[in-house]
């Protein structure tokens, strides 16, 4: 492996590691607003959720590696102590872009992107109205991490008012990933895009006590055929079905009895457990695996 002692690196290469490893990250599109009025908008992708009660987000803006210097948004959330985080969808994606170039204090970003400024309810700065959520923030705190280019300043954001389209919400109210169609930031010039087959369901029941890998027979938990993935989903059952147990649930299947008159009935049927637990049939999956052994 490549092993990086973080003081024995350049700052700028170290930053191009960090960003490409820890990714995809959330964005936040923050609009701000000086205190001679002029409005800002720049994309934050050190940015995550970290509480509900309270609704508390936080991003960074980083001291620029290149010559020190501090952002506009920092210099503004520092003024007037408000922003408004909106989430980036894909449809946008490339005007937010735009807004990552280094405009000086005095430009708009929100003409230069083509975007539309919207009034918020309860703080100065404009929500972006092309984006399908916008969050109303009171700055709670401000953390300077350093004193050096790349050093962050964690910003900590109350969510006074937060407005959802409704073009994006399932029809149980819930924001549907797919409608949203939000963009992740990765490494350099890359982008994740979270919707489509890039959304994947993982289901799991976390009050229900599971066996465990070590709670595995050694024929299924050593398993050529079976991957880690397929054996989590039968190390979070409570207990593998026996072997009477899995006969009656797949033993008239033809496909195990050719498999189980075979003389390679552990590889067969670990094939055919691997394909079912894809499809999340977790107990036939474990019936199937436990019948290879």
């Not at 100065?124 to 050096?148: H, N, T, W, Y």
């Amino acid at each position: 492996m490549l092993s990086i002692d973080p003081t024995q690196i350049a700052t700028k290469d170290l930053h191009q590691y960090i960003l490409a490893a820890v990714a995809p990250r959330p964005i936040a599109f923050a609009s701000t607003i000086s205190a001679d009025g002029v409005p800002n908008l720049a994309p934050y992708s050190f940015f995550n959720a970290f509480s509900s009660n309270p609704p508390i987000l936080i991003f960074s803006s980083n001291r620029r590696v290149s010559n020190n210097t501090t952002k506009d948004t920092l210099k503004n959330v520092e003024d007037t102590g408000e922003v408004v985080i909106n989430v980036v969808s894909h449809n946008i994606s490339r005007q937010m872009a735009l807004t990552s170039i280094e405009y000086g204090p005095e430009v708009d970003e929100f003409k230069k992107a083509g975007f539309t400024p919207l009034a918020s309810e309860r703080v100065r700065p404009f929500r972006v109205a092309e984006s399908p959520v916008q969050m109303e923030c009171v700055v709670d705190k401000i953390l300077p991490l350093g004193e050096g280019g790349g050093a962050g300043n964690l910003i900590f954001c109350k969510i006074v008012m937060m407005h959802i389209s409704n073009e994006i919400l399932s029809d149980t109210g819930r924001i549907d990933p797919h409608k949203i169609d939000l963009m992740g930031r990765m490494g350099r010039f890359y982008y994740a895009r979270a919707s489509g087959a890039a959304v994947e369901e993982i289901i799991q029941e976390v009050t229900r006590i599971g066996i465990g890998f070590d709670g595995l027979p050694p024929g299924i938990r050593h398993s050529k055929v079976l991957t880690g993935n397929d054996l989590a989903h039968l190390a979070s059952l409570p207990a593998l079905p026996t072997q009477e147990e899995s006969l009656a649930l797949v033993g008239n299947d033809e496909r195990v009895q050719n498999a189980l008159a075979s003389g390679n009935s552990q590889q067969l049927l670990h094939e055919y457990a691997k394909e079912v637990l894809a499809k999340n049939e977790v107990m036939r999956g474990a019936a199937l695996a436990v019948l290879g052994t």
